[in-house]
T-cell receptor
């Protein structure tokens, strides 16, 4: 299967600061990337979908000004959590899909803790 | 009705047995189906894709699709304790350009 990396794997930040998470497709061109959030023992929650070079499409209830997504190239997408608060502490997972096949591959996730 | 339904489990099977995980979906127009495995604290991992009616086999895993009955299943032969995880069924929604996931079935394989 295709490989998707995420960095950092774990981050602790103070309330009010911003955190950037990178997601890279290592061996394929990801025309579409997805960002999910998952709280303990809960289902995956899709936050937004981004196509390379276009603005992200956010799911209902997700604040676009708080969760900034940039998909500037076919191999890189970033999620910036701005002015993070403790309630933003969660497991953030990116996922990527190429242009031809429908398979979607997940990165290893980033565990964010806001103190 | 949820778009993708799975029994939350836990499904408990003894080591060496066949684990059978089931999934039903509501959109009759769906064409692409996937099974992901998610270990606790980890991200989902794609284990099977299936696009046409019938069986798709990969090692100990067999995915089965019946579009008439709107039913997808995953069989795990010779189940191992390392197969203990949550299994997510998903379909691709062309209308929304995204995967629609079921809530997942927790599988526990006991020695």
């Amino acid at each position: 299967g295709a490989v998707v990396s995420q960095h950092p794997s774990r981050v602790i930040c103070k309330s009010g600061t911003s955190v950037k998470i990178e997601c890279r497709s290592l061996d394929f061109q990801a025309t579409t990337m997805f960002w999910y959030r998952q709280f303990p023992k809960q289902s995956l929650m899709l936050m937004a979908t981004s196509n390379e070079g276009s603005k992200a499409t956010y799911e209902q209830g997700v604040e676009k000004d708080k969760f900034l997504i940039n998909h500037a190239s076919l191999t890189l997408s970033t999620l910036t959590v701005t002015s993070a608060h403790p309630e933003d502490s969660s497991f953030y997972i990116c996922s990527a899909r190429g242009s031809i096949r429908r398979e979607q591959y997940f990165g290893p996730g980033t565990r964010l803790t806001v103190t | 009705q949820k778009e993708v339904e799975q029994n939350s489990g836990p499904l408990s099977v003894p080591e060496g047995a066949i684990a059978s995980l089931n999934c039903t979906y509501s959109d009759r127009g769906s064409q692409s189906f996937f099974w992901y495995r998610q270990y606790s604290g980890k991200s989902p991992e794609l284990i099977m894709s299936i696009y046409s009616n019938g069986d798709q086999e990969d090692g100990r895993f067999t995915a089965q699709l019946n579009k008439a009955s709107q039913y997808v299943s995953l069989l795990i032969r010779d189940s191992q304790p390392s197969d203990s995880a949550t299994y997510l069924c998903a379909l691709f929604s062309g209308g929304y350009n995204k995967l629609i996931f079921g809530a997942g079935t927790r599988l526990a394989v006991h020695p």
